[in-house]
């Protein structure tokens, strides 16, 4: 399954926002315009669902209720997030509908948390709710504080759209993460989205599976990194403190080569290597965080079809959405108007609206220009000129 639409009201920057998604997605926008903020509602609802994990957790995670609600909310304050899931992004009808409000409860002695508004199930196998709540009737503020999603002796009818939102994977690598051994610790048997656990992901995948991705991956590093010849993985058992490493053998003056870790690497080439293992691990939904930082251009230009390449599945497409400020990432005409999603900021909040339906890049992009020529300057701060007219020194 892929998601299909998502309907916001009051998250973050979004007082309303109401979206269809493709299988493959670029976000782009200004700064502080709401990309990292719109990938956040799908690990919020992973977080409802995650173990240890629950509606509480998730707003505590993210500050509570008030740190969530849009700026620009009015009378209606309550935060509400619909989701639907189908399998794929041209079937007319979701196979399911997941929608979840909630509010603030709390406030002097009594402990600040969200309580739930409504919450609603639609099956298309049922062709109807299979799943109302409204807060109404014999429920308490208790149970109220508490999702079906999350309970899974109430998500029986619906724990399809439980595994969906449970196995959606997020990936913002930081090397420096990967390469603290301290951290590696830290991070053991935890989820980290930061990369601090990626040796291990990669230390619990099945040795024929992880060979099979080390090799691909090393393919794409012998044309990105001429000088790396090859990557190879060396268990826990293979150092002293007991943490696996990531070892590339490097092209050099001695005929067998010089190898080196991870310490070593080049943040370039560890943020490609996460960014492949990623797209490999799993195939459910993967939300990627401006994929390109680190890159050189000429690899950046390249990564939309490397991706789509890297999508397919045997059993179907798995569906990724990017944020993304890289113009060289979107200057190529092999992205679809309907794949990009542009964040415009006003005094009502962030709107969210696909490149095609904005005139002026229609127009553009009818007229034959790629999306990074038609949006750029579109996102740009209008008065970004004058910065260097600034005398900053008086």
């Known amino acids: 399954m892929i998601i299909q639409r998502l309907i916001l009201k009051n998250w973050k920057n979004f007082q309303k926002a109401d979206f269809q998604l493709a299988t493959r997605n670029f976000i782009v926008g200004a700064n502080a315009s709401g990309k990292s903020n719109l990938l956040d509602v799908f690990r919020f609802l992973r977080d409802l669902v995650k173990q240890a994990g629950g509606l509480q957790y998730a707003v505590e995670e993210r500050g509570g209720v008030s740190k969530l609600r849009c700026l620009s909310a009015r009378a209606e304050s309550d935060i509400s997030i619909e989701i639907h899931l189908g399998d794929g992004a041209t079937a007319e009808v979701p196979k399911w509908k997941y929608l979840l409000t909630f509010k603030h409860t709390g406030g002097g002695f009594i402990k600040n948390e969200a309580i739930v508004v409504e919450e609603k199930v639609w099956s298309h196998e049922n062709n109807a709710w299979v799943l109302e709540r409204n807060g109404k009737g014999a429920e308490d503020n208790e149970t109220r504080k508490?999702?079906?999603?999350?309970?899974?002796?109430?998500n029986a009818k619906f724990r399809e759209v439980y595994f969906f939102l449970r196995d959606i994977q997020y990936l913002h690598l930081i090397p420096q993460l990967v390469r603290d051994a301290e951290s590696y610790f830290l991070a053991a048997n935890k989820e980290d989205f930061y990369g601090r656990n990626l040796l291990e992901r990669i230390a619990v995948t099945p040795k024929k599976t992880r060979d099979s991705y080390l090799r691909r991956i090393?393919?794409?590093?012998?044309?990105?990194?001429?000088?790396?010849?090859?990557?190879?993985?060396?268990?826990?058992k293979d150092d002293p403190s007991g943490i696996p490493h990531l070892e590339a053998r490097y092209k050099h003056w001695r005929p067998s080569g010089a190898k080196q870790t991870e310490r070593q690497f080049s943040d370039g080439t560890l943020r490609l290597i996460g960014f492949m293992w990623a797209l490999l691990d799993g195939k459910e939904t993967i939300l990627l965080e401006e994929p390109e930082l680190y890159l050189h251009a000429e690899i950046v230009k390249q990564l939309p079809e490397f991706i789509s390449k890297m999508q397919r599945r045997k059993n179907g497409t798995r569906q990724v959405v990017i944020t993304t400020h890289?113009?060289?990432?979107?200057?190529?005409?092999?992205?679809?108007?309907?794949?990009?999603l542009v964040l415009e900021t006003g005094p009502e909040g962030t709107t969210v609206k696909p490149a095609d339906s904005i005139e002026l890049v229609k127009n553009y992009l009818d007229a034959g220009f790629t999306p990074a020529e038609a949006i750029t300057p579109l996102t740009a701060p209008k008065e970004i000129k004058k910065i260097t007219q600034l005398n900053l020194f008086d």
């Open 146 to 154: 508490f999702t079906y999603l999350e309970q899974i002796n109430s």
């Open 218 to 236: 090393s393919e794409v590093l012998q044309i990105a990194v001429p000088q790396l010849s090859e990557l190879t993985f060396l268990e826990k």
């Open 326 to 340: 890289s113009y060289d990432l979107l200057n190529t005409l092999t992205i679809s108007p309907k794949e990009v």
